[in-house]
């Protein structure tokens, strides 16, 4: 059997149907939902040679032996946010199926081809994003933390994953399933406006964002609004606002993708009639670049320091956490751009902002690459989420060409 990329439109429509309801997709990781997705995923390869295994962190995979070991993983995760999208993961896994079961109907192929769900990606109930694929990728290093978690109704996250046969003790075995992957290919929906505003079906992607979150606290004097003159007061508010607009020039400044966010300010004493003593920022800047997101710390920390001057105000920085940026493999990237060419037409280069399981693999080591299919409105992690059907049909053909190649390569040992 062909290809056949309006079967994986009707399969996405069906798994949305059998796992959501009027707000959406219910697929949240360790659930009955969730199992329910994993067995009707099982179903799909009725009748063709796949094995399945569910390995120690809950990842399930589909194994097609070809004639030489090394393996070329396709990836992505049939968990969603409560009240999600359906196609947020979700087209990645039911596109690798359609692939799988067009290689599977030529023969042994060249190479092994995996299919992985990843568990828990999202991290809906428990806070922890990308569980299975960290496990795999051997860089979880918070069990301890982890088997203290609670989902909101007081259900411990041991307990949770434990009822699908998962411990946290034992999540790291997953590390051998990453032995003798020579590459990781991941089709994901964009999640944001970049295609979309290009008029562009598809484009590939160049890594993930490095991230550095930081809590920052300008500290002034709480005065009296009536009594205290305009020129001495000293108002944290006022030099917190001033960074606030200074962060997006110095996002505009650094470009290439460059994005800086102040997604919260709290004042106290926070009354109308008292100038503010401590405004604290919570700041988001996320760059492809490491040295390019270095530039930008160190400037919004500079024009943080003159504001706190300029209004006789203290300013202190807290790292809340940060991430180095993640890249994709030069070699894959050129191979994707050529499947996306074929297919579409004209191919496009762009940076991830969220991040996806196929960093915690490229992390391992693996080389890696994501194509992105466009999103309409940029919207996802809602039912609103889309992506046009043609479209659709087009990633699924993508993939699959770029599987082609990926597997042609790593077949002739090159
Ligand atoms: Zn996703």
Known sequence: ??????????????????????NGAQRVA????????RGWLRERFAGVP???????????????????DRAVLIGGHID??????????????IAGVEVLRRIAEEGTPATTVRLVSWADEEGARFGRSLFGSSAAAGSMADQDELSSRR???????????????????RALDARTELEGAAAYLELHIEQGPVLEGLGLPLGVVLGTFGVERHQITFTG???????????????????AAKLELEIREIARRTGAGAVCTMGSVVTKPGIVTSVVETAVCLLDQRHLDADRLAEMLSNGQAASRRFAQEEDVEVEWERVWSIEPILFDESLIELADEAVREVAGESHRLP???????AEVARAGVPTVMLFVQSLRGLSHTKLEDTKDEHLELSVRALDALAGRTISRVGSGS
Do not use: C, K
């Open 50 to 68: 796949v094995e399945e295994t569910i390995d120690a962190a809950g990842n399930q995979w589909f194994t097609l032996r070809g004639a030489s």
């Open 221 to 239: 004097q709480a005065a009296h609004a009536g009594s205290t003159p305009m020129d001495q007061r000293r108002d944290a508010l006022a030099a």
């Open 151 to 169: 989902d909101v109704e007081g259900m411990s996250l041991p307990d949770a994953v434990g009822a699908y046969g998962v411990s946290l003790e």
């Open 1 to 22: 059997m062909p290809l056949d990329p309006s079967r994986t439109v009707a399969e996405l429509r069906e798994l949305a149907e059998l796992t959501g309801d009027e």
């Open 352 to 358: 991830s902002g969220p991040l996806h399981d196929a």
């Open 80 to 93: 969603s946010v409560p009240n999600g999208g359906w196609l947020d993961g979700s087209l990645n896994v």
């Open 30 to 37: 360790w659930t009955e939902t969730w199992e329910r997705a």
